[in-house]
């Protein structure tokens, strides 16, 4: 179990050069625990906005990459390495799981934006939701399921929430910042640091929810996990998605999972049966 905050090499990839090693080293990362883990931030973060960073962390080399978007452009997810691996193929396999929280706004703006459409895709904020043992109405966000469930101590979590305030102080117009700033160049490093430390604690929450649904008798939440996501994405892409709707906050309530058990018994018996 990690008692304190992941420490990683940070590495900026601004040029199209510096991007060649790292699609290097992604490919032949294992897949069982995921190897990668990805956070977006920018303005406005979705089709009406932009894409400022991609942070990527590596969990077998402990490596952050956090890579400049508004710099790059189409050539961040278009530069192609021999075996023809660019971070376009990367995001749209379905064989490279990738861990995000909440995929939605992320999907929306690589698609609208970029006309990437991410596949092999793990959501944490849908594995909380499903390992509860109570109301799964309300979706939780990133900061309150690391509060509740990061395996990191006590300390650990008061640097992540300094960090966290430092950064918010600088991009949270609430607090007299400005989103443009993920767009100045070179990064602060205070936004640096806060676009680093959420990505490097996606591996432990995975670990803890991953743990509760491998438990004996989570195939069903599993199994929704899994087409949820794919909703989730599918509806990011459509045209009427409004990524700041109140809606998102939303879950599964009691009706939807009553009827979802109830088509999941029942196929059960049909293969059962051999229908």
Known sequence: MSTTLAQSNVTFIDTEASLLPLLDSIANLGTNPPSLYIDLEGIALGRHGSISILSLYIAP??????????SLGEAAFSTTIKSGTSLKTVLESSAIPKVVFD????????????????????????????????????????????????????VAKMEWRATKERGCQLFAPEKGGSYEVFNERPLKPEIMQYCKQDVELLPGLYGVYNAKLRKRGQAFWRV????????????SQSPSY??????????????????????????????????
């Open 61 to 70: 080399t402990k490596n952050t990459y956090l890579i400049d978007i508004h």
């Open 103 to 154: 995929i939605r706004n992320d999907s929306d703006a690589l698609f609208s934006l970029f006309q990437i459409s991410v596949d092999g895709i793990k959501d944490l904020q849908l594995m909380e939701l499903a390992s509860r043992g109570r109301s799964r109405k309300f979706v939780s966000g990133l900061a309150k399921c690391i509060e509740k469930d990061s395996p990191i101590s006590a």
């Open 224 to 235: 929704q996990i899994r087409e949820t996501t794919k909703d989730r994405i599918k509806q």
């Open 242 to 275: 409004d990524g700041q709707s109140n809606s998102k906050a939303f879950g599964w309530d009691d009706d939807f999972i009553d009827s979802a058990i109830e088509s999941w018994n029942d196929d059960i018996m049909m293969e059962a049966m051999g229908g």
